[in-house]
T-cell receptor, first 115, second 109 residues
Framework: DTEVTQTPKHLVMGMTNKKSLKCEQH?????MYWYKQKAKKPPELMFV???????INESVPSRFSPECPNSSLLNLHLHALQPEDSALYLC??????????????FGSGTRLTVV | SQQGEEDPQALSIQEGENATMNCSYK?????LQWYRQNSGRGLVHLIL?????REKHSGRLRVTLDTSKKSSSLLITASRAADTASYFC?????????FGKGTMLLVSP
């Protein structure tokens, strides 16, 4: 298995809702990432997990809450989002944090719309 | 913070022509990577070049890296309509990737 699987592919949520984005990989990668991408912009790093521990939080608002239940799964819990949080949320994994010889494997993303 | 800056922002060519995209960055890097993104979906890793390498090939892709000028180029030879996508360079300096603004490539049949 050489894929990162993200679910759902599309999500529409109200500002008072609580939802979760899920990401799964079975490549034995020990680093996993959440990126946010607005239209016509590059991906921006949100969180990094290394060996299931949160390694980097790029000053992301607390309405975004990451979780890494095990080495294959990464969740992003969403609560009280704003319309400006509407974006493509991308999950990625790599063999390890700081791997200098291999690239990242990205999922297809979750297109989130906050209404 | 953004590291790479791609040039041009958009490129339109005919099938069979070559496409060249450039990337400049600001700080020291461990490696530089190029990714492709179709229609706002996931990114696909194309090629990685290490800081001690100057040129690398993969199929129709050729990447160069000039660390003295802090710049890289991606050449796609004999382009196809299926190459239509956004292309991003990404620099690895410490432990994570930072993406440039990207080049939108349109290949017309």
């Amino acid at each position: 298995d050489t894929e990162v699987t993200q679910t759902p592919k599309h999500l529409v949520m109200g500002m008072t809702n609580k939802k979760s984005l899920k990401c799964e990989q079975h490549m034995g990668h020990r680093a996993m990432y959440w990126y946010k991408q607005k239209a016509k912009k590059p991906p921006e790093l949100m969180f990094v997990y290394s060996y299931e521990k949160l390694s980097i939080n790029e000053s992301v608002p607390s309405r975004f809450s990451p979780e890494c239940p095990n080495s294959s799964l990464l969740n992003l819990h969403l609560h009280a989002l704003q319309p400006e949080d509407s974006a493509l949320y991308l999950c990625a994994s790599s063999l390890k944090l700081g791997d200098r010889t291999n690239g990242y494997t990205f999922g297809s993303g979750t297109r989130l719309t906050v209404v | 913070s953004q590291q790479g800056e791609e040039d041009p922002q958009a490129l339109s060519i005919q099938e069979g022509e070559n496409a060249t995209m450039n990337c400049s960055y600001k700080t020291s890097i461990n490696n530089l990577q190029w990714y492709r993104q179709n229609s706002g979906r996931g990114l696909v890793h194309l090629i990685l070049i290490r800081s001690n390498e100057r040129e690398k090939h993969s199929g129709r892709l050729r990447v160069t890296l000039d660390t003295s000028k802090k710049s890289s180029s991606l050449l796609i030879t004999a382009s196809r309509a299926a190459d239509t996508a956004s292309y991003f360079c990404a620099t690895s300096a410490h432990s994570t990737l930072t993406f440039g603004k990207g080049t939108m490539l349109l290949v017309s049949p």
